[in-house]
């Protein structure tokens, strides 16, 4: 018998939005201690807290529920496989020139503010208008391809073969071009 859990993990893998933010929430403290405890000056907090979002949706995905592990269990892992990974990178010598780079003035920082504000708003009405207009489906290949998983990646995660991921992305710039 499934968990509750891991009935909204089936869910969501259909595209259930109220399923993936549920799983989401269960998990944010999860990856807010995980991300705590990985936090340095080249590895922020926010940066890490990302990455373990990156982690639990990638666990959503490639959950089986055959494994002899629960969902919470394999989630854990890819959160934290996923922060450490990332971690890894971030204390790499290849990373020393922005680690030294010179900071930002107070005043650009000011100004930099707004217009950060102002993109972020603008991807929320982005995102927002991409769930009306977009299937479920294509929703989620969109998600994945933004977060620049190739072709045959997506078409792995979705069960789906590489041209059906293909026209899903042709649908999705016709969709979001109008």
């Known amino acids: 018998m499934q968990s509750e859990l891991e009935q909204h993990v089936a869910l969501a893998k259909q595209g259930s939005y109220k399923d993936i933010e549920y799983i989401f929430k269960e998990f944010k403290d999860s990856i807010d201690i995980c991300a705590h405890k990985f936090r340095t000056p080249n590895f922020d907090?926010?940066?890490a807290v990302q990455e373990g979002n990156v982690g639990l949706f990638k666990a959503i995905i490639s959950y089986s529920p055959n494994n002899s592990a629960s969902f919470s269990t394999y989630a854990k892992k890819c959160i934290l496989n996923?922060?450490?990974?990332?971690?890894?990178?971030?204390q790499s010598q290849k990373h020393q020139i922005l680690t030294n780079a010179k900071t930002i003035s107070e005043e650009?920082?000011?100004?930099?503010?707004?217009?950060?504000?102002?993109v972020k708003e603008q991807n929320k009405e982005f995102?927002?208008?991409?769930?009306?207009?977009?299937?479920k489906f294509e929703?989620?290949?969109?998600?994945?391809?933004?977060?620049?998983?190739?072709?045959k990646e997506i078409a792995d995660m979705t069960k789906k073969d590489e041209k059906s991921i293909n026209n899903a992305i042709q649908?999705?710039?016709?969709k979001l071009r109008k």
Do not use: G, P
């Open 82 to 90: 996923n922060i450490i990974t990332a971690y890894k990178s971030s």
């Open 45 to 47: 907090f926010e940066d």
């Open 127 to 135: 995102i927002r208008t991409a769930k009306e207009k977009l299937s």
């Open 108 to 118: 650009d920082f000011y100004n930099n503010l707004e217009a950060n504000f102002l």
């Open 171 to 174: 649908r999705i710039h016709k």
């Open 139 to 151: 929703f989620l290949v969109f998600s994945l391809y933004t977060m620049q998983y190739s072709y």
